[in-house]
């Protein structure tokens, strides 16, 4: 369910926003940016703006990123869960398409129901002495409450458009929206009540550790306040903690045999 492979995300996302690959081998992956993408990565707005200026279309970077962590000595951007360049391709994510709604383009002869599916991209995050992040693809379908994980994967093989094809119709949900996220939400409960949490344990550990010594340091009463203020500092630094995030989702009409 969770999505380890980085390398696939990255080029799903990429693939998703019409740049062309160049190369993808090996944990490396270089891509061209179309000038919507370079606009929103690449942190280059005076380049463009002069260009708009000039009148001129503009370039475009390549971009080359390397996810696997032998290959760190090649030409190109390290990229792995926590990176700024994947935080930003998140962000990017959560701020311009939050939600969609999209139908699978078919060429059907006789009406042909589509089915709605609840696909929701969601990041775990575990904060407290380390942080990690993991990504996760689930998909809901709304009439019989069929699951499906890794469920941008099988999108990616399905042609989707904004618009119903002709001789579709949609059949309207049976599980509601809300009701559909809080399954979806059940299933990363049991997901991480069935993990061993070795790291909430030292991070408690390191918490009462960093706070029993710096109870040393403070002897007088009169330093109570200041002693109570680097203690919850240190509590909010170490303190073990699971948060979910929804980088995006929305609705996807589908044939009953996409899954």
Known sequence: MVIDDLNHFLKSFFQAHHCSILRDDNGILSVQL??????????RPFYWHYMKKMGHPGEPMRLTLI????????????????????????????????????FQQVNPTMNTPL?????????????????????????????????????METLEKVPLQTTISDFCYTLSPLVKLKSGYLRIESVLDSYIENQEHKWAEDSLRELQSEAE????????????????????????????????QVINGGLFYLTSDIA
């Not at 760190?72 to 709604?101: A, C, D, V």
């Open 34 to 43: 179309t000038e919507e993408m370079d606009k929103a990565l690449m942190n």
């Open 115 to 151: 089915y709605p599916w609840l696909v929701t991209n969601l990041k775990i995050s575990y904060k407290g002495k380390y942080k990690r992040d993991e990504l996760f693809s689930i998909g809901l379908n709304l009439i019989n409450g069929t699951m499906k994980s890794d469920m």
């Open 213 to 244: 010594l710096l109870r040393h340091f403070y002897i007088e009463d009169t330093e109570d306040k200041q002693m109570e203020k680097e203690i919850q500092e240190i509590t909010e630094r170490y303190q073990p903690r699971i948060t979910y």
């Open 67 to 102: 996810t696997n962590p032998e290959m760190r000595n090649e030409q190109g951007e390290w990229i792995h869960f926590g990176s700024p360049r994947l935080q930003q391709i998140i962000h990017y994510l959560q701020e311009q398409e939050k939600y969609t709604k999209l």
